[in-house]
């Protein structure tokens, strides 16, 4: 799975919120790509799964799902290097803050370098940075109508907060395992 978007959404605080249930106030610049791994537990989420390969689904269920997360450093013009992390992936967080036009502007751009470089890998889309919305740039419809343009769901997330963090993760390995056949 990776983890995508621009510069200081905040990719790399939700996936340390995510993983080791820690935030850090200070900003450091991801250069290239981050990896992180985590195993998920599945149990409250099994009948969500619309498997219909019954032996696969008890499969998942019995040994668990392990995820494995590239963070993506949101420099444009470093990307070249990044590629190779987007190709076989399985999924894709595609991040913004909430807080800044421009990050949210170039949500087209991330998504098209998804789509050309990893195919049609289930994605969501996610504004971060609801902990601050009384200083939000982008509405919450604004942002749902962008989703719903590319046929994907969207949350709000709160790195710092701890809001909707788990539940975005939950929401793309749904996806991720919904696709497998």
């Known amino acids: ?5 621009s510069a200081e959404v905040g990719k790399t605080s939700i996936l340390s919120r995510y993983v080791d249930g820690k935030f850090s106030n200070d900003y450091h610049q991801t ?19 619309s498997i219909a390969d019954k032996k696969l689904k008890e499969d998942i269920k019995k040994k668990g799902f392990k995820l494995y997360f590239w963070d993506i450093g949101g420099q444009k013009h470093s990307l070249f290097a990044n590629e190779y992390y987007f190709m076989d992936t399985a999924g894709a967080m595609v991040i913004f803050d909430i807080l800044n036009r421009e990050s949210f502007n170039e949500l087209d751009f991330w998504i098209s370098k998804l789509k050309e470089l990893s195919g049609q890998v289930p994605f969501i889309i996610i504004g971060n940075k609801v902990d601050m919305k009384d200083h939000r740039e982008v509405s919450f419809e604004e942002a749902e109508e962008k989703a719903k343009s590319y046929g994907v769901e969207y949350i709000e997330t709160s790195a710092k907060t701890d ?10 390995s ?3 395992l919904n696709s497998l056949k």
């Open 174 to 176: 749904i996806k991720i």
């Open 31 to 49: 250069t290239g790509a981050n990896f992180l791994i985590k195993e998920i537990d599945l149990s409250h989420i099994i009948e969500k799964i």
């Open 1 to 5: 799975m990776i983890l995508c978007g």
């Open 163 to 172: 809001t909707n963090v788990s539940k975005a993760f939950e929401m793309l």
